[in-house]
């Protein structure tokens, strides 16, 4: 990316930001001339709340724009795909905005200045993203974002690359063609320009602004040679590496001290402020639910759990958290007193469809979740997240983590309450290797791909799932 791209790039964070502040400051505005005039006489200024609610709007849209991708190349070259994530980023504000509303009871930060904060900011970021697409046409057009590009090698990843590049309206990229020993270099629609021996007149004859290197294992031990001649034109040269056979696709490659290291597992709560950001919610959204639910509803059920088998309110049960370290997990009993999880041979029994340990109140809290409240408890003290991969009985722990592939990676964070395989059709009872495995992948999904947005919305097809039934839910 050349400096005119990147300064182009930069710029749309910045205006973003300005684009918060001045829709901020409309809806402060609006919201102080809708005050009787005794009232907005006694305001002077703006106040803590309002400076804190303004930086908290930043810090949010910073941080969700990092781990959206908001504002990587391929998204801004999409334009569908960027209002679609840039409304995703206005969503998060709203998340936070009534988090803000409910805690700071201010006369200002009310719930009209969070309607035209939030109209304000939808209407300017996505004007300034139709903007910032005419003057990118037009850059296109008059060559400054031009580029020509040549791929050498015929590795897997190239294709890939090619496959992405075709995807990204406009005309900002051209393949001008491929340079590879392989006979079938040209199999994906790309032109064979000839074998890396003829590089260096390939280059002489063509007109590159970067050449993407994929090599092939047969075409490997040519990168010195290949970097040599490269080395004598003034051409941006970039390197494709293809690990997808030994690491998940979605693996990155970091520094320590200039040495290139690759995670072979993209874990983005392994950053602290996202760590910080879902502990933060888990909270807020545990206490709201203790506070608004458990407390009334628990009388009731206590009530209820008595009244129909003998025995505890409360089921305890030792279970791994992250890095499997071990935690009690509470749940409201549904079971008869005394109950194996383990039959004679030690073999892990699950909870099954019309089981007979399941009690007639037990049934009706399985079916809609409500044995599982107690857990929010579990999020207060740390052993548990809101979302995240269900946390598994010990023994089927042992049973699995030797046959299923990755399983024990589901360590690598809280468990939760609900999860990314449960509301996918993945809950409760796993009957074959297949089914546990299928788990396991929707459980390694979510956590390579989390995002604050992906734990609401499981949050809200747990809802929806709860109100009209889970048919997988005994």
Same mark, same amino acid.
């Given at each position: 990316?050349?400096?005119?791209?990147?300064?182009?790039?930069?710029?749309?964070?910045?205006?973003?930001?300005?684009?918060?502040?001045?829709?901020f400051l409309f809806s402060d505005y609006?919201?102080?001339?809708?005050?009787?005039?005794?009232?907005?006489?006694?305001?002077?200024?703006?106040?803590?709340?309002?400076?804190?609610? $303004?930086?908290?709007?930043?810090?949010?849209?910073?941080?969700?724009?990092?781990?959206?991708?908001?504002?990587?190349?391929?998204?801004?070259?999409?334009?569908?795909?960027?209002?679609?994530? $840039?409304?995703?980023?206005?969503?998060?504000?709203?998340?936070?905005?009534?988090?803000?509303? *409910?805690?700071?009871?201010?006369?200002?930060?009310?719930? *009209?200045?969070?309607?035209?904060?939030?109209?304000?900011?939808?209407?300017?970021?996505?004007?300034?993203?139709?903007?910032?697409?005419?003057?990118?046409?037009?850059?296109?057009?008059?060559?400054?974002?031009?580029?020509?590009?040549?791929?050498?090698?015929?590795?897997?990843?190239?294709?890939?690359?090619?496959?992405?590049?075709?995807?990204?309206?406009?005309?900002?990229?051209?393949?001008?063609?491929?340079?590879?020993?392989?006979?079938?270099?040209?199999?994906? /629609?790309?032109?064979?320009?000839?074998? #890396?021996?003829?590089?260096?007149?390939?280059?002489?004859?063509?007109?590159?602004?970067?050449? #993407?290197?994929?090599?092939?294992?047969?075409?490997?031990?040519?990168?010195?040679?290949? $970097?040599?001649?490269?080395? /004598?034109?003034?051409?941006?040269?970039?390197?494709?590496?293809?690990?997808?056979?030994?690491?998940?696709?979605?693996?990155?490659?970091?520094?320590?001290?200039?040495?290139?290291?690759?995670?072979?597992?993209?874990?983005?709560?392994?950053?602290?402020?996202?760590?910080?950001?879902?502990?933060?919610?888990?909270?807020?959204?545990s206490v709201l639910i203790i506070l608004?639910?458990?407390?009334?509803?628990?009388?009731?059920?206590?009530?209820?759990?008595?009244?129909?088998?003998?025995?505890?309110?409360? *089921?305890?049960?030792?279970?791994?958290?992250?890095?499997?370290?071990?935690?009690?997990?509470?749940?409201?009993?549904?079971?008869?007193?005394?109950?194996?999880?383990?039959?004679?041979? /030690?073999?892990?029994?699950?909870?099954?469809?019309?089981?007979?340990?399941?009690?007639?109140?037990?049934?009706?809290?399985?079916?809609?979740?409500?044995?599982?409240?107690?857990?929010?408890?579990?999020? $207060?003290?740390?052993?548990?997240?809101?979302?995240?991969?269900?946390?598994?009985?010990?023994?089927?722990?042992?049973?699995?983590?030797?046959?299923?592939?990755?399983?024990?990676?589901?360590?690598?964070?809280?468990?939760?309450?609900?999860?990314?395989?449960?509301?996918?059709?993945?809950?409760?009872?796993?009957?074959?290797?297949?089914?546990?495995?299928?788990?396991?992948?929707?459980?390694?999904?979510? #956590?390579?791909?989390?995002?604050? *947005?992906?734990d609401l919305k499981i949050i809200f097809?747990?809802?929806?799932?709860?109100?009209?039934?889970?048919?997988?839910?005994?």
């Open positions: 990316m050349n400096s005119v791209r990147k300064s182009f790039y930069y710029l749309f964070f910045f205006t973003d930001a300005v684009s918060i502040f001045l829709s609006l919201s102080r001339s809708r005050l009787p005039i005794e009232m907005a006489a006694k305001i002077d200024g703006i106040s803590l709340a309002e400076i804190f609610s $303004l930086l908290v709007f930043l810090f949010i849209w910073f941080f969700y724009s990092r781990s959206s991708s908001l504002y990587d190349e391929f998204r801004i070259s999409q334009f569908g795909s960027q209002i679609f994530i $840039l409304l995703k980023n206005i969503f998060a504000q709203l998340i936070f905005g009534l988090a803000i509303l *409910f805690f700071l009871k201010s006369i200002i930060l009310s719930r *009209f200045f969070f309607v035209v904060y939030l109209v304000t900011l939808s209407v300017i970021t996505i004007l300034t993203r139709l903007f910032f697409r005419l003057v990118r046409f037009h850059l296109i057009k008059s060559g400054y974002l031009k580029k020509n590009i040549i791929i050498v090698g015929s590795g897997k990843a190239g294709g890939l690359y090619v496959d992405s590049l075709s995807k990204v309206s406009g005309e900002e990229y051209e393949i001008v063609g491929r340079v590879s020993d392989l006979a079938d270099s040209s199999r994906d /629609g790309v032109k064979s320009l000839g074998t #890396i021996s003829e590089l260096s007149k390939v280059l002489k004859k063509r007109d590159a602004d970067e050449i #993407i290197i994929s090599l092939s294992d047969s075409e490997s031990l040519k990168m010195a040679d290949i $970097l040599r001649i490269l080395s /004598g034109y003034p051409i941006r040269v970039r390197i494709i590496p293809y690990y997808s056979k030994f690491v998940s696709h979605k693996y990155q490659i970091s520094f320590f001290n200039n040495i290139p290291v690759v995670d072979v597992i993209n874990d983005p709560l392994d950053e602290l402020h996202w760590r910080i950001i879902k502990r933060i919610f888990d909270i807020v959204f608004s639910v458990f407390v009334w509803l628990f009388p009731v059920i206590a009530l209820l759990i008595k009244l129909d088998s003998k025995g505890p309110v409360f *089921f305890k049960q030792e279970r791994w958290g992250k890095r499997n370290k071990k935690f009690i997990l509470f749940k409201f009993r549904s079971m008869i007193k005394n109950s194996k999880d383990v039959d004679k041979n /030690g073999k892990f029994v699950q909870a099954t469809k019309n089981d007979s340990r399941i009690t007639r109140v037990g049934r009706f809290l399985r079916k809609s979740s409500i044995d599982e409240l107690p857990q929010f408890f579990n999020v $207060l003290i740390g052993d548990m997240s809101v979302v995240g991969p269900r946390p598994h009985a010990v023994p089927q722990n042992m049973e699995s983590k030797d046959k299923i592939e990755n399983y024990m990676l589901r360590h690598l964070v809280k468990p939760g309450i609900t999860g990314w395989a449960q509301v996918s059709g993945f809950r409760g009872e796993t009957r074959t290797d297949e089914q546990m495995k299928r788990r396991v992948e929707l459980d390694m999904f979510y #956590i390579e791909n989390w995002s604050f *947005f992906l097809m747990t809802i929806w799932k709860g109100l009209k039934g889970d048919p997988v839910a005994y």
